[in-house]
Nanobody
């Protein structure tokens, strides 16, 4: 099992910055991918950025060059540094972890979400 707790959301003006943090606990050695998703009102949840266990990083086009995903060596913390924020970045941001269990099955875990609001 893996437990995720996000923090760091809030209200910021356009052009500002926020740093999201996700505390990860549980079966850390089984983690395969860690990522951030977001869901704006009336829209589907979408991937923002992800980092694989081999260090490969993916950013979705809307956040490239503005957001940075990172993790500590122990995988107990996942971060999302968000710069030059835009009103369209307003959403609930979710921490996500995919792990491969001892039964070789893929399990997906989600945090409770943290609200990010960017005012124009």
């Amino acid at each position: 099992q893996v437990q995720l707790v996000e923090s760091g959301g809030g209200l910021v003006q356009a052009g500002g910055s926020l740093r999201l943090s996700c505390a990860v606990s549980g079966s850390l050695s089984e983690i395969h991918v860690m990522g951030w998703y977001r869901q704006a009102p009336g829209k589907q949840r979408e991937l923002v950025a992800a980092i694989k266990s081999d260090g490969t990083i993916l950013y979705e086009d809307p956040v490239k060059g503005r957001f940075t995903i990172s993790t500590n060596n122990a995988k107990s913390r996942l971060y999302l540094e968000m710069n030059t924020l835009k009103p369209e970045d307003t959403a609930v941001y979710y921490c996500n972890v995919d792990r491969v269990g001892s039964d070789y099955r893929l399990y997906e875990h989600w945090g409770q979400g943290t609200q990010v609001t960017v005012s124009s």
